[in-house]
């Protein structure tokens, strides 16, 4: 079920999602450029595919787990204006994912929309491999996200859950889309790696975002990331220091 919060004229719109996932890349990206944007919500779509709680926020109120579409008006006469779509959680079943995001797809036939840029993230240990990946059928679209700073895939893993789904299932709406992934070493948000990835959206969309809260984060979670690093070594050093009195090797889980 969808409900619609507003109804607006849109030009050439393009969309934009993001869902959680692998270091939650293409979540946080997505939620910071609705922040941004100033975006305001444009439709929700409920669904009994999620998880059966209710979610409560900071004021007490408490809400259904579901899709937010936000809308955004290009001030700039030549250029789209955006769809931005994210979701609270992912499908409980595979069933519950292809069935939600045919509704996506649906939702974004009725908007006219043309051109999809699905954000996410990637598990990638080589550092030879781009930070910033593009994956499409369409070459022009492909050749347009290299040129805004993204590299071409190499062949890998696929892509699960509702990201893997849009990208797939838009081939049978005759909608273009392309897959924007960020590069994680791990399942932690990587701020810099999502800054990259907001950096060719916006280069793609001719938009001009400010990254100094995203910046400001990312120095606090290095600062964080620095004390553990410490606290670490000062664990190590005190194991090596018991052995070396114990005269045993004394076992280390991580």
Known sequence: MIHEQARVSLRAPVL????PGLGSTGKIAITYLINQ???PKLATLFS???????LIDAGGKIRLPSVQFYSWQNTQSEQSDLILVTSDCQAESYVGQYEIVT?????????KIETIIALGGFRAAVQ???????????????????????????????????????????EFSKIN??????????????LHIIQNLLEVVATFLHLELD??????????SQGVCQHIDAFQQEIETMLKERAEIEGDAVPYIS
């Open 16 to 19: 934009v999602s993001g869902f």
């Open 37 to 39: 944007l100033s975006a």
């Open 48 to 54: 009994p595919f999620f998880p059966p709680h209710v």
């Open 103 to 111: 509704k996506i797809l649906e939702y974004a036939q009725a908007q």
């Open 128 to 170: 030879s491999i781009p930070s910033v990946i593009c994956l499409s059928s369409n070459s022009h679209l492909q050749k347009t996200l290299f040129a805004a700073g993204a590299q071409p895939s190499p062949a890998g893993n696929p892509i699960v859950g509702m990201t893997g789904l849009l990208i797939g299932l838009s």
């Open 177 to 190: 889309i392309a897959g924007l992934l960020g590069k994680i070493e791990g399942y932690v948000p990587d």
């Open 211 to 220: 990254y100094s809260a995203l910046q400001t984060e990312l120095q606090r």
